[in-house]
């Protein structure tokens, strides 16, 4: 089984249905529900899909809608080691794109799925868009 990590933007782009990318997303999680792919993200896209979520509802309807997204992905922490591999890496511009990497780096994923791929050009871990993992398996 594909073990897949998935970038807050893909988790935001299902929970929040946006218009563009919602379909993919979908199907990428529709496949997880069936126990055909294993996907995890880490806790703080779990914090940033709560920031999210709360300028559309409110605090009770988001905390339900991730009670819901925890059945069906994994949440791996990001730990001291994470966050030193994180400040200490040269080839992230962005940090929390550094702390998404290394969390998916050091719990041995196969890939990851995010919408920006130009943030994940320097990744030793193949990545791909939502829409292209899709056809990849079709």
């Known amino acids: 089984m594909r073990k897949i990590f998935i970038d807050t933007n893909i988790v935001i782009d299902l929970l929040s249905r946006r218009k563009l990318f919602y ?21 703080l ?6 920031y999210v979520l709360l300028k559309q509802m409110d605090g009770n309807k988001a905390k339900a809608i991730l009670r819901k997204l925890r059945l069906i992905v994994k949440i791996l922490p990001i730990d ?6 994180a400040l200490n890496d040269e080839t992230f511009s962005d940090f929390e794109d550094a702390l998404q990497y290394f969390t998916a780096l050091e719990n041995g994923k196969d890939m990851i799925i995010t919408r920006n791929l130009k943030d994940f050009k320097n990744s030793k871990i193949p990545t791909f868009t939502a829409k292209q993992f899709i056809e990849s398996i079709n």
Do not use: M
């Open 45 to 50: 896209t779990i914090a940033n899909t709560n």
């Open 80 to 85: 001291d080691r994470i966050i030193g591999l």
């Open 23 to 43: 379909e993919e997303a979908a199907d990428i999680f529709s496949l997880a529900d069936k126990k055909e792919i294993e996907l995890s993200v880490s806790s």
